[in-house]
Each structure stands twice: as structure tokens, then as C-alpha cells.
């Protein structure tokens, strides 16, 4: 049996998300808010990596950030050592509404739209996928129903899935269970889990509940 040892102090593989020394401020006419002062954090592959913190501490800014909603006033994000700078479909997120879906659109609609959108996929292969997906969510039954008729559990489920069919490099959600009754949030961080253990994205977590951070994370920053 051969054991492979790694070299005492070799280097740890790259991170794929960097977030080095970052400042995020919202400039009105009249005053400056810091949302985030000097952040660093980095984020490896399959790692479900929780960002925990109190309302207020500028959590959503930084999400909003490493979506490339809005840009560092000071430090920076790279991808793949690559610098941030707009949005992209390598980082999709999940938000904690549940109206982000289009209501005029079925469940798989709402999944293949940003695949078709995007140009990545032709029609049959989108639809391929997203009946993966939604199966892998547990779906399956209600690939044809409006979003108005689901419950909220279920809609954070095809918002997922819609994320998850992007195959980006990292999803980023934004306190997705938050109001959601405590046992549809507990079974859905359960579901969540089940999901990384199947497909293993890399994760990026939002949330203020200590309990949701142990429960979901690998890691926690
Ligand atoms: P969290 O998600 O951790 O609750 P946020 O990132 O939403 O925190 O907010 C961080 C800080 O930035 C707070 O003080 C909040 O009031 C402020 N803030 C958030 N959004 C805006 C905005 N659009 N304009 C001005 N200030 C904002
Ligand atoms: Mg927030």
C-alpha cells in the first residue's frame, strides 16, 4: 500500500472565492454607511462556507457583493483569481423572498428561462435539465404548476433548483429559509444538505442563527 504524505508546508490548494481586505459603504447625498470594513475570507471548493452575523453587520452588501451587484470600496473579489467586477452566471443567488419567481411562469419554466437566456443550453437539453434538477429537489409532480400555488417551502425549492441548473461555480444564498415556520426550515436545511451531498457545489450562506450555521456549514466565517 503506497500512503502519499503531502509535503510538510505545501501550499493549500487555491481558494475559489477570495474575499481579500474588503470595505463596502451605500453613499447617500448627505452621509456614508460602512456596511463591511477590511473582510477577508476565503472559499474552496465544496465547501459550504456560512457568513454569520447579526441583522445589520452587512451580510447581504457582501453577498451582494461577490455577486457583483456592487463594487469594494476598498480590497477586492476574484473567482478563480479573477477580479470581480459584475455580475455573471458563475454566481447565482438565492434570496430569502419568495416572489422572486415570475408568476406567470410554471415551475419548469421558471428553471429553463435563465438556461435559454443565457444561450448555454438548446431547448430539449434545458428542459433535460431542468427536470434533473427539479427531480433532485423533489419536484417532480409539479413541473406544470404557477408558483402562486405552491407553498413557501416548495418555492425556495424551485428557486433552487433554478440556481442549481446554472451549474455555477458558487451559490450564494441570502438567508433563504428565514421566513420560512421553523420545521419547514429545518426540513429544508436537511434537504439542502442532501442535495450538496449529492451534486457537492460550493456554498456561500447567509445567515444570523447560529443554529442554521451549525446545521448547514462546513465552515463558518
Ligand atoms: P445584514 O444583511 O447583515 O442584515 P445589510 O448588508 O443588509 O446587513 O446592511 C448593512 C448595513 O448597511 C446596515 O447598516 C444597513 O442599514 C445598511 N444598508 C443596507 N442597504 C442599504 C442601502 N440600500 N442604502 C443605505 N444603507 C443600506
Ligand atoms: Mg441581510
Redesign the pocket.
Known sequence: MAHITPFPGAPAPAPLLSVDRVSLE?R?PDRV?R?THRVSFDVHEADRFVLL?A???????LLKAVAGFIEPTEGEIRLEDRVVCGPGPDRIVVFQEFDQLPPWKTVLDNVTFPLLASRRLGRREARERALDVLAKVGLSKFVDAYPHTLSGGMKQRVAIARALAMQPRVLLMDEPFAALDALTRRRMQEELLALWEEVRFTLLFVTHSIEEALGVGSRIG
Open positions: 451605500y447617500t454607511v456596511a452575523g441583522s445589520g453587520c452587512g451580510k447581504s452588501t
